[in-house]
């Protein structure tokens, strides 16, 4: 009778107990788990946490007990393997409860511990307010915490799956969250134009994200909380702190037992996955597996290959068929909110690591037929080989039918196919699911004109990476289409214009055309090349992709109530009864203030009682939306966001149409679109005599004034097009570089105003903007503003926020002053 031992009782090592078991009846098998559970599900924990998942019990596939009655399996949890000794082919255990330790003999055995989080020696990080998300105990105290209502703001250290997923359901949990990534992006694993529609996701669900950015130190907080401070010196106080930084295997008992392990700890172990040592194997997320794309060792620490492994290992060590495992290329997929993210095989950042050719196509085709109602926009990238056309990975976004498209690509990759057989695969075809066109197919077209020489592609960051002169780029969109934006240096021609235009199209400089996704400016290339042109290139992925990857998304400035004098006034309020009528508007594509424009005619022919239901896809109609509302004296019964999209019910209120509400009081708005010195400091004079006098400020910098909000030094790190680029190089950087308006003199001028200025005890304006903030002066920046010039809220001083319209208005309202300087 054979004897297998199995260290691990999660994923590979309960496949592996669970198929022994059915290949050999009389075998003796017994499982070690150091924890108390075993087979439970812990990709699901967030989603309990988050009371998606209601019922604990759910979480656990199995019990000791269970897999002891039905299987024969002998679990015993809470013993700890403490060494492994191959000459004696024998283990010595601890159990855990007792502390009694103790040998155990094999014939075969396999090494499926896993792995553990990461907890760096950050100075403070063993608050007990901090935490990781890894077992059933984790999980039970984190819910704790969160079902007794203490947490109101929480941490989450690191953007991965587990990190986002906890951002997510905590908060669902109505929780502030703060998420802090090192990177420069989240989800590592995929390429920065993927991860950017995540960051937008993220940002429309009122998450912070801040990225390129670490904690460096921990201190305690108020209530048993805990203050982060991160390495850009911002600081984070929040009651629950998770650490999702990665995953270390644990592999530290066999250190002395002579089983090869690799740089990292990870155990090695060959196609049968067996170790160096006779007899010994190994599976899961403590091992290093063979990547088929770049044929080398790597760690993949997913639940889906840790299960296969730990099928195969059992079939090798029965002996009868002999099984290889031939390797993980890392197929995942992630629900962030309403957004999948999915990938498979090599990314771009993969290729370029280890030298492997490739070319991509990014498009964004619906992920079912456009006519059926409900239909969404998705991305899908696809890379392949520019010599063969074999397909080499994939990466995916979207709101549904992201899964399918990814599994469908691994399983061409895993065959070996290439882009000629992506536009032949057959799918499973209805309205409500695919078109009849998939976007697989999309995706082998486009990359099938590739390889065939019919289009030139260029990626967005060929473009944000040039210098200006180098491309003419050429939007081939309406003027329609055109006024939800353009890439900066553009020039329209449309394309049903193009074959009359021609003439206007330089021949002597790289032509690079763009449309929303790509589809149109193909066609127009194809117009151009029968013409004679043939420097000419398809921005790939389009101005959507393009737009995604250069915009800092960030979570609305929006607080859920406003306070003033006369009482506290909800961002939404409870209906006595229904309206007597619901207009429903479409602003979707409308940048700021377009949305709010809509909202206000489409509200001006309304009747009281009556209400607009208005979608928009401009992130900053989530503030705007319940602002315009407060300072008109209308009502927001409901707002939400979901796929992407923010919808908002306004409803009217008894005033008549255009009529505003009187004002509430003496507070003082100034404008400030000036961008010279004089003009700047008097604006600070009047905010801070008027904060003298107890008046509430509002500062509303636009256009040339926001340069004076700009920090004095260079900010390192910031994507930006060669546009905005430009407009960097030759404004001020601060307050310290601002002209004079009048005899300035080279800047001469300005140096003689300070001078006098501190000879008469006069505060420096840097000096005036600080005592502003400090005393309570709302400093809000443009947002569209700050689009058109290409300045990002990182370059500005501390202390400001950044704001739309609306959001100037509603000051507005309540001032018996307006200037504008």
Excluded at 515 to 520: A, E, N, S, T
Aim: aromatic letters at 6%; a negative charge; charged letters at 20%.
């Amino acid at each position: 009778m054979a004897k297998y031992l199995i260290v691990g009782g999660v994923a590979a090592g309960m496949s592996a107990a669970a198929r022994l078991r059915r290949l050999d009846e009389a075998a003796e098998i017994i499982v070690f788990e150091r924890g108390d559970y075993v087979s439970y599900a812990n990709c699901g924990l967030p989603y309990y946490i988050g009371d998606e998942i209601k019922e604990r019990e759910r979480l656990v596939v199995q019990t000791p007990e269970a897999l002891r009655e039905l299987m024969g399996i002998e679990v015993r949890t809470a013993n700890e393997v403490l060494a492994v000794l191959p000459e004696t082919k024998t283990v010595k255990a601890k159990d855990l409860k007792t502390g009694r330790e103790y040998d155990e003999t094999y014939d075969k055995l396999l090494l499926a511990p896993g792995g553990s989080p990461v907890k760096p020696p950050i100075p403070g990080s063993d608050h007990p307010a901090i935490h990781t998300l890894w077992t059933i105990p984790d999980t039970d105290q984190i819910r704790a915490m969160v079902d007794d209502g203490k947490v109101k703001k929480a941490l989450v250290v690191g953007a991965g799956f587990i990190g986002l997923e906890m951002a997510e359901n905590l908060k669902f949990r109505g929780i502030d969250v703060t998420v802090v990534e090192m990177a420069k992006q989240a989800m590592n694993v995929v390429d920065f134009e993927m991860a950017s529609m995540v960051h937008r996701e993220v940002a429309m669900h009122g998450v912070d994200l801040q990225l390129d950015d670490g904690v460096s130190e921990f201190t305690p907080g108020a209530n048993g909380g805990v203050v982060a401070k991160l390495t850009s010196g911002k600081t984070v106080e929040a009651d629950l702190v998770l650490l999702s930084i990665g995953v270390k295997p644990n592999t530290a008992f066999i250190a002395e037992s002579g089983i090869e392990l690799g740089k990292r700890g990870h155990i090695l172990a060959d196609d049968s996955l067996r170790t160096n040592k006779e007899d010994i194997f190994a599976a899961g997320d403590a091992i290093e597996v063979m990547h088929p794309l770049t044929n080398k060792k790597t760690t993949i620490p997913l639940a889906g290959p840790a299960n296969k492994q730990g099928r195969i290992a059992a079939d090798n060590m029965h002996g009868e068929k002999p099984r290889t495992y031939n390797g993980t290329m890392g197929t995942a997929i992630a629900k962030v909110f309403d957004l999948t993210i999915g990938m498979t095989g090599a990314s771009e950042k993969l290729c370029l690591a280890h030298d492997i050719p490739f070319d991509s196509v990014i498009i964004h085709p619906n992920d079912f037929a456009g006519y059926y109602p409900g239909a969404m926009k998705m991305c899908l990238k696809v890379l392949f080989s520019p010599d063969t056309g074999k397909v080499l990975g994939a990466q995916s976004t979207g709101y549904s039918g992201v899964d399918k498209r990814i599994d469908v690509i691994a399983t061409a990759i895993k065959a070996n196919m290439t882009v000629d057989d992506l536009t032949e695969i057959e799918h499973a075809y209805a309205p409500p699911y695919s078109s009849a066109k998939d976007p697989v197919n999309m995706a082998g077209f486009v990359a099938q004109n590739v390889l065939e020489g019919l289009i030139k592609t260029v990626k967005w960051t060929d473009i944000e990476n040039a210098e200006l002169s180098e491309y003419y780029l050429l939007d081939v969109r309406t003027p329609a289409e055109c006024a939800s934006g353009v890439m900066p240096g553009s020039v329209n021609i449309p394309q049903a214009e193009l074959r009359d235009r021609l003439n206007e199209i330089p021949r002597d400089k790289k032509v690079v055309l763009y449309c929303r996704v790509g589809l149109i400016a193909y066609q127009a290339i194809r117009v151009l090349a029968a013409n004679g042109f043939e420097n000419i290139y398809n921005l790939s992925g389009g101005y959507e992709t393009w737009l995604v990857a250069t915009t800092t998304h960030k979570a609305p400035e929006t607080a859920p109530i406003q306070q003033t004098e006369q009482k506290v006034i909800p961002m939404v309020q409870p209906a006595n009864e229904a309206p007597s009528k619901i207009v429903e508007v479409n602003a979707c594509g409308l940048q700021c203030p377009g949305p709010v424009m809509r909202l206000k005619q489409e509200m001006d022919v309304l009747q009281p009682g009556e209400a607009l239901s208005i979608t928009a896809s401009d992130p900053g109609f989530m503030s705007d939306a319940p602002a315009w509302a407060r300072s008109t004296g209308n009502v927001v019964r409901d707002i939400s966001v979901q796929k992407g999209i923010v919808k908002a019910v306004i409803e009217k209120a008894g005033q008549e149409p255009g009529v505003v509400p009187a004002t509430a009081g003496n507070d003082k708005t100034i404008i400030v679109f000036s961008g010279n010195l004089d003009k700047v400091i008097a604006s600070f004079i009047i905010a801070n005599g008027a904060l003298a006098m107890g008046r509430k400020v509002t500062l509303f910098f636009t256009f040339w004034g926001l340069n004076s909000l700009r920090k004095h030094g260079k900010v390192k790190g910031l994507r930006k097009n060669i546009i905005e680029k430009a407009f960097g190089w030759m404004m001020p950087r601060g307050s310290v570089k601002l002209p004079l308006s009048n005899m300035n003199m080279g800047g001469m001028g300005g140096k003689m105003i300070r001078g006098i200025m501190k000879h008469h005890n006069v505060p420096a304006l840097e000096d005036m903007m600080t005592m502003a903030i400090q005393g309570g002066v709302n400093i809000v920046a443009c947002q569209m503003s700050m689009d058109l010039m290409g300045i990002r809220k990182e370059e500005l001083i501390d202390g400001v926020e950044i704001g739309g319209v609306a959001a100037y208005l509603e000051a507005s309202e309540h001032s018996d002053n307006n200037l504008f300087i």
